[in-house]
């Protein structure tokens, strides 16, 4: 959904996946029995293995590794289990492999006892809410591990100042969003949602022949932050025989770019004057925020949609209300928003050139157990004092933490 950073001070993180030749180790906890401590070195590689039974899904294995006594295992704060909110039960219980899970309650109800036992944080689906309170009673915290790569919801100096560390999952994150990205793209074009509701409809008598959309095929995609997603998005765009464009902080290489038929933009506004389809995979930040305003909307083609799969406050809604009542632009298609749930009255659900779908872009089977071994593989190795287990060939050096 955005340019896949991993944030930690522990060396320079990766923006490229699968560089199979880079890989790091670190300890996993160990075997104690009878007074002795039995260590291992595990290669993180070993746990992104295509499952077997998973149909080619990029799913992972965890290392089949012993585990110490529960009471013995480093704290691991969660919200909750199961419930509209609490970590889902088969994450549970691959974090119970290699940690004690203390919920939230559990927490509140004895903080004296469960302070000291907590040395890491497992956010999952934003939650729980990391704020100065919780990290001041958290005197042995070492990490957070976010599961997600989008971190706009943690207050990275904060943390820093407490000397914890914050990890993200960027790995797992990319195919399933690049796939959202694509599926958003045919499914405005096509005109998806409304022709479901034509058909289900109980008022159809007969499907009208002027009911048209436009075709993906061989328009002109431009992708706004071409990192590890937008890569991905263009990987697949290049199969619909798609023109590809983007504009990033930074120009990728020359092979990359003819790997996919990709050509840069320097300036984001010549993208939004040629593309049909504009897609947004940026990472929100105080240069993001608002990134597509009123100006640029009304520099896109009349004909062209707009698509974010990124944060929902990259886009100035209140703009893009307006561009879509007035036919500024064709359509949107939306799988993040600001807020999200947007209020029942909010005007953009009011219109019917828009599609928005609940920020979906990782849920999949797949991806949120990619996402939580990830979590757990980065948490792990900052625990055990080792360099967080992300690779690749394009890094940038993030310095929170201590």
């Not at 100096?157 to 999952?169: C, L, P």
């Not at 095929?217 to 590890?228: D, E, S, V």
């Not at 049909?276 to 896109?300: A, C, Q, R, S, W």
Request: glycine content about 6%.
């Amino acid at each position: 959904m955005f340019r896949s950073k991993a944030f930690s001070l522990l060396q320079p993180i990766s923006l490229l996946s699968g560089q199979s030749n880079l890989a790091y180790k670190f300890i996993h906890p160990a075997v104690v029995s009878r007074g002795h401590c039995c260590h291992r070195s595990v290669d993180y590689r070993e746990m992104y293995k295509t499952c077997p039974g998973s149909a080619g899904a990029q799913t992972i294995s965890a290392p089949q590794t012993k585990v110490m006594a529960e009471e013995e295992l480093p704290g691991v704060l969660i919200l909750d289990i199961g419930g509209i909110h609490g970590v889902l039960d088969n994450i549970a219980a691959l974090l119970k492999k290699h940690f004690r899970l203390i919920t939230m309650k559990e927490f509140l109800e004895n903080k004296k006892e469960m302070s000291k036992k907590i040395q890491s944080v497992f956010v999952f689906e934003g939650r729980p809410t990391i704020d100065w309170e919780l990290l001041e009673s958290l005197p042995n915290l070492k990490v957070i591990g976010n599961c997600g790569v989008g971190v706009d919801h943690l207050d990275l100096k904060m943390i820093s100042s407490f000397g914890v560390k914050v990890t993200n999952t960027p790995h797992a994150v990319a195919d399933p969003t690049a796939d959202i990205g694509m599926a958003l793209m045919l499914a405005s074009a096509r005109r998806l949602v409304e022709g479901c509701q034509i058909a289900f409809s109980p008022d159809t008598k007969y499907f009208t022949a002027d009911w048209l959309g436009v075709e993906v095929t061989r328009a002109t995609l431009g992708i706004i932050g071409m990192g590890n997603i937008g890569y991905k998005v263009a990987q697949r765009a290049r199969a619909f025989d798609m023109r590809i464009l983007y504009h990033n902080r930074n120009r990728r290489r020359k092979e990359e770019e003819e790997a996919v038929g990709a050509h840069y933009c320097e300036k984001m506004e010549h993208l939004l004057q040629q593309s049909d389809f504009v897609m947004l995979v940026v990472n929100l930040t105080p240069e993001t925020h608002k990134l597509i305003g009123k100006k640029e909307l009304e520099l896109m083609k009349p004909t062209a949609t707009l698509i974010n799969i990124s944060r929902g406050a990259v886009i100035d809604q209140d703009a893009l209300v307006e561009a879509l009542q007035n036919k500024v632009i064709r359509a949107a298609a939306l799988d993040v928003t600001y807020p999200e749930p947007l209020p029942r009255d909010h005007p953009l659900l009011k219109l019917n050139n828009i599609i928005i779908v609940p920020h979906i872009g990782t849920a999949t089977v797949q991806a949120t157990r990619m996402m939580a071994e990830e979590a757990i593989a980065n948490m792990l190795a900052v625990l055990n004092g080792q360099p967080i287990p992300n690779h690749g060939r394009k890094r940038v050096t993030w310095a929170f933490g201590k």
